[in-house]
């Protein structure tokens, strides 16, 4: 994806909302022309327009200065993020880009890791669902918190508890990729 500087994004926000740059420049009381040197990377807006400018286009300020890539679209649920606050142990998840607090610390995305076998769920098709076990302790102290089958289409997450035996069933549509958190291990995944 191509790096989008912060002329292109207001650029982009602004005809998202479908307004002109006369009608952005009235909003914020300057000049078209200083419209046009932003949207061209030629000069950015004063300070004191930042929060007016995000208000006015209906962004995040952190989003609309940050550099990098365009936000993507979340049209597939296998982009799916998981985020799990330390603090809380709060489950949030994120179908496209997002910027996700909890507790008043910022949260990073978990990266998922492909399973060795000794740590895989079993999972075993009984009818149309897949019936999900495991030989997890499930301690207070190590415990798988959730379990999550994505498809395409479809996102399915079950909450798990300490000392509760891991067994549940999910609704099997279609082939998908079986995720689940630990705080001692992470999020791990398998397909099924």
């Known amino acids: 994806m191509m790096e989008e500087t912060t002329g292109t994004r207001i650029r982009r926000l602004r005809?998202?909302?479908?307004?002109?740059?006369?009608?952005?420049?009235?909003?914020?009381?300057?000049?078209?022309?200083?419209?046009?040197?932003?949207?061209?990377?030629?000069?950015?807006?004063?300070?004191?327009?930042?929060?007016?400018?995000?208000?006015a286009l209906g962004a995040d300020l952190n989003a609309l200065l940050a550099g990098g890539e365009a936000p993507e679209k979340g049209d597939n649920m296998k982009k799916t993020k998981f985020y799990v606050c330390p603090e809380c142990g709060s489950i949030t998840m994120s179908s496209g880009a997002a910027e996700i607090a909890c507790c008043g610390r910022k949260l990073a995305a978990?990266?998922?890791?492909?399973?060795?076998?000794?740590?895989?769920?079993?999972?075993e098709q009984v009818e149309n669902n897949w019936y999900i076990t495991s030989d997890h302790p499930m301690k207070k102290d190590d415990y798988i918190s959730f379990v999550a089958f994505l498809t395409g289409d479809r996102?399915?997450?079950?909450?798990q508890y300490p000392e509760w035996d891991l067994s549940l069933?999910?609704?099997?549509?279609?082939?998908?990729?079986l995720l689940w958190y630990s705080e001692k291990e992470g999020l791990l995944y398998r397909y099924l």
């Not at 949207?39 to 300070?47: C, S």
């Not at 996102?155 to 909450?159: I, S, T």
């Not at 069933?169 to 990729?177: C, D, F, L, M, S």
Request: charged content about 30%.
């Open 15 to 55: 005809r998202e909302r479908g307004m002109t740059q006369a009608s952005l420049a009235a909003a914020l009381s300057v000049s078209p022309k200083a419209v046009s040197k932003w949207e061209n990377d030629k000069g950015l807006p004063d300070v004191a327009l930042l929060a007016p400018l995000a208000a």
């Open 110 to 123: 978990l990266l998922p890791k492909k399973t060795e076998e000794a740590q895989r769920l079993r999972a």
């Open 155 to 159: 996102l399915q997450v079950v909450k």
């Open 169 to 177: 069933r999910i609704e099997k549509r279609q082939h998908g990729t």
